[in-house]
């Protein structure tokens, strides 16, 4: 007898079941589409006033501010051990406000012990490593860390209240008032102290207007008691720190490693060749990542779901998989062949002369950042077939050939180019080995839950 909730079509139908259905689909993609459409409109406010910021600035000053960021980024993963995002699962609301003052807690040591650290040998440690021109910012970088810290604590509270309007809105006045601040000093003084000071602010900004979204449109607060029952009794801080422990030993190493992979190509630079080259570089990872962050997030959003029903229904995700990887291949075909072609006119025309090397740069990325953009769904496919593990273990393998890769570029043949090359072939080979795992462990996984 067929399921009265559903009509001959297959569709949900009029009974309680399909309405709640429909509602809940409904909520989810009015949920994607409103944090896609603010990632949009700041992902449009930067590529709109990059080309200013690079023309006011030059790529000596961004050369300084992108190696002081990618140092950033690798130590930001150890601010708060990533207790920040176990917030959005505790059922019970006061545990995740118990691991709101946990991760700031953890923020406050860590970046304090940090301050100490750089305190008395950061000068030293800048020499040995031959970033010595970050000897002046070294004390910034506690502070970016702990702002970072508030920023993630933040917005994993709002993502637990599904205050998806607030974030979106707030991603894209974020990318306005960030990028105009760095313009406007920039215009008065284009230096490149002036340059990394503005851009610290990133984390401060962003997280501000959150906290102040949160106090207008009075959502609950991040520090207020929640109710407390009798069936969920109150755990301290250090019983929810064992309870979510799996974030600092696992979920901290695995996004530390892959910081260190991506950014440590700009330190290697900066410290072989100057600031220039680092410069360079560190401008071909921001533009390219625009685009493959919002359409991956798109793809994330769409795939993550659908590839999980189909798990759950027992159905062949490999074929689904497939056709992810030739739709992305179709849709990012285009815009990468333009980059590989025409790299150096793209960015003497948006950045100005000065910048024609990056565009070299930017050709050999392309290809790389390719074959990462077309394996997006195979990406999203790896929580869901439960392949974390495998991919610790791969995400360990792949560093350790992209920072070979990058060290042979820069001291074998002591070139930044490359440097650049080396790190472009590491990453295709990594993404396309990528996409073959997958394939294969969905494979595996089909005909395991096909057998009697």
Known sequence: MADPEFTATGLPGTGWRGTLRQIWQARLVRNIITTISGSAGAQAINLALIPVIMRIYGPEAFGVVGTFQSLTIILIPWCALTYPMAIVLPQSERDARGL?????LMAVAICGAVALLLYGWGEQTSHVLGIDLLIPYL??????????????????????NQSFSLTARAAT???LIYNATRSGAGLILPTAPVLVITSSLYYVIHSTLLLVGIRLRREPSLFARGPHTPDQPRKNLRQLAAQYRDFPLFRAPQVLINALSVHMPTLVLASAFGAVPAGFFALCLQVLAMPSNFIGKAVGSVYYPRITQAI?????????????VMGMSLA???PFAALVIAGPWMFDLAFGGQWHTAGEYARWLAISEFAGFIGGPCLVAIPALSLQKT??????????????AVLIGAFFFKDATAVVMAFAAANVLINLSMIVIVMIEGRRWHRRRSQP
């Not at 702002?147 to 509270?157: D, K, P, R, Y």
């Open 100 to 104: 709101i003052r946990l991760s700031l």
């Open 139 to 160: 004390m910034w970088l506690p502070v970016v860390m702990f702002s970072s810290a508030v920023l993630e604590i933040t917005q994993q509270w709002l993502y637990r």
């Open 173 to 175: 006045f974020h990318a």
């Open 312 to 324: 759950h229904a027992r159905e062949a995700v490999t074929g689904l998989l497939l056709r992810g």
């Open 332 to 334: 990012g075909l285009v």
């Open 391 to 404: 991919f610790l273990v791969f995400e360990v393998v792949s560093t350790s050939l992209r920072i070979s």
